[in-house]
């Protein structure tokens, strides 16, 4: 499967050369990205099929306390590579990649007496580009901080945007759509269920931003291979329709710390006239780094139940007892009397253990199985967990033993409420537990503010912190999955035990908060999904809250067919079915359809999308001949007449059908629903009837 064609074309020019433009086209003559460098500064643009899509953006950096690298370039030469090749992914939507791009690269230098050089690369692919910047060893840049990236995109009109407010603590936001002009990040402080914020102003946004031109050209922007370097957020001058970088601070206001030589992760920018291409670009796992882990036999996809959602509906509790205050030096455990709600009893763990063996789960979270919850944020106190006590009802040894006997694996919980120096002082220790106990994956937390103090989530040292913990997970043969982590920028590439992580608003939220809007899950392939895998934790039954609690009014914003579309539609190697056992035993019928879908794909088709409305996705299970459906919309009903020709040739397919019934509806009649059966080829065509908020997950088994 491998083919590689690279050709080499080196330019070099004197210094006379600057203020010539130089031109790339992708492979396919899609696009074609230029550089300029005029007056000394330095410009980048881009069309597609001979269009604008952004007009001349500078480029360049501040540094602290010397001269900004900026605006005293010459261009001292230019190389041109092409790249074509496939590659086969540990796990993810489609077993093969192609990486096929034409690069160039500029090398600059100032025009000075003790000259600094830096230098550019482009990748221009037919959906897209990166580029990044690389800083050469030199006599004159050797150490140095930067204050601020400068690099623009510079927009050609007033776009609609779907966008969450900038903020270097947390993405836990709804989306706002609106023009560029509109946009107002100031509603970010009306977020009041979000535990810890750090809004920068009124017209910051995040990346992935996803974009759309009125001509109907979407736009997305993020950024791919973020290591040892902040997150890079968006302003937005809402007046020129131009955006530029901003980069997470640490307690010095100070951006990144570097030695020569050292390159910046890449910035990306996606386009197509389809939005249905921008699901399915993999820009941003082409610019990362191939993987890095030589035997991947013990990287598993996996879906996995847990003690969780009950927690969140508060039918459990994470604590053991309800002391306030506590130290865990000074505790005896054994001594404190439980508050009878404790979830992670070994009773109840083995509960779930026996429901994931029977119903063919792979693994078990959970959390609240250690001391330390009764008092376990909101006071930015270091000494929290220490990731190997559990409580006095929680027998690890049998727990253990019992999971290996029923064929289950226990997932670990590090939940480390942001004191981030207590784990990294504990991490091995804690590791080594987990191996001593056949645990082979760990969701990890980071609620709360920041321990080292001043630090933020997006900051250099906790990128560098997220590196450090997938790498030594990676040692050890663990598979991370990141809650309240920086987003993903498709290290799971190079990294592939990063099974997935949270970083954006998941269910969750509509279990204790005003909730999700329906249209949440129809944004969130373009914004967040775009970098990397989601633990959305879908598969929510019991949609509304006051089952558990006559006063409760929290409900789930979905059908329950919806529920079974997320498993398609948002991709995961890792997905939960993150309802109580009890209430999937209520519906045997549509849970087989969460014990059916794979989590592992050989290919994936997005039949229709639209962000902000309705996605479509097909896709095929890897090492196996069925296909499955997930079709979501957001709170308006919709009719599709889906063509089914992505089927395989020469086959004929048993379709199961899980269907929003005709008067379901998210608000007043979510859990109705209706299960059908068909017989289909690849030259059927089927109606598929969405409710308001709802879903339809479709299985295509063939037989002879
Ligand atoms: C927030 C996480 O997103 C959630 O999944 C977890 O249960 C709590 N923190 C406690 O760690
Ligand atoms: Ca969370």
Known sequence: MKKMIITLIAFYFGQFAYSQSYEVTSPGNVLKLSFKVENAIPYYWLS????????????GFLFNDVEPLNGNFKIKSTTQNAFDETWTQVWGEQKFVRNNYKELKVSLIE????????????????????????????????????SEELSEFALT??????????????????????????????????????????????????????????????????????????????????????????????????????????????????VSDRAEDILASKIILNLNEPNKIEDVS???????????????????????????????????????????????????????IDFAAEHGFDAVLVEGWNVGWEDWFG??????????????????????????????????????????????????EAFNFMKKYGYDAVKTGYVGKIIPRGEHHDSQWMINHFTRVVEKAADKNIMINSHESVRPTGLSRTYPNWLSSEAARGNEFNAWSIGNPPEHETI????????????????????KMD??????????????????????????????AADLPENYERFPDVFQFIKDVPVDWHETKILAAEPGDYIITARKERDGENWFIGAITDEQGREFNLNLDFLDEDKNYSATMYLDSENSDWKDNPMSYQIKSMQVDKNSKIKLHLAPGGGAAITFAPHD
């Open 298 to 352: 013990w990287i598993r996809p996996q879906k996995y139940v847990g003690i969780w959602w009950e927690m969140h509906v508060g039918y459990s509790t994470w604590n053991y007892s309800d002391l306030k205050n506590v130290t865990l030096k000074d505790m005896d455990w054994n001594t404190v009397k439980p508050n009878g709600k404790h979830g992670a009893t070994t009773q109840r763990t083995k509960r779930y």
């Open 547 to 576: 089952y558990y609690d006559k006063n409760k009014k929290e409900h789930v914003h979905s059908t329950l067919a919806k529920q079974l579309a997320l498993y398609v539609t948002m991709y995961s190697p890792l997905q939960m």
């Open 48 to 59: 597609r099929k001979n269009k604008v899509v952004i007009k001349p953006s500078r480029l």
């Open 524 to 543: 969130l392939p373009f914004t967040r999904l775009m970098g990397g895998p989601m633990d959305y934790t879908p598969g929510i039954f019991q949609i």
């Open 379 to 428: 006071n930015w106190k270091e000494e929290v967990f220490d990731f190997v006590t559990p409580y006095p009802d929680f027998n690890v040894e049998e727990l253990s033993n019992y999971a290996k006997k029923k064929g289950v694996k226990l997932i670990m919980h590090h939940e480390t409420s942001s004191s981030v120096t207590n784990y990294e002082r504990r991490i091995d």
């Open 111 to 146: 025009d000075s007496k003790l000259p600094r050089s830096l230098d550019i690369v482009f990748r221009v692919f037919d959906d897209g580009i990166g580029f990044r910047y690389e800083f050469p060893v030199q006599d004159n840049l050797q150490y140095f901080v930067i």
């Open 157 to 270: 009109g007033n776009h609609k945007a779907f966008w969450i407010p900038g903020d270097y603590d947390s993405q836990e936001y709804t989306y706002s759509t609106s023009k560029l002009s509109e946009i107002d990040a100031s509603i970010g402080s009306k977020f009041s269920e979000i535990e810890v914020k750090s809004l920068i102003d009124d017209n910051f946004v995040q990346t992935p931003l996803m974009m759309k031109t009125e001509e109907g050209l979407h736009i997305n922007i993020h950024e791919a291979a973020l290591l040892d370097y902040p997150a890079m957020h968006l302003t937005v001058d809402k007046k020129n329709y131009k955006l530029q970088s901003q980069l997470a601070p640490d307690a010095y206001g100070n951006k990144a710390y570097l030695q020569t030589p050292c390159k910046t992760p890449w910035r990306t920018i996606i």
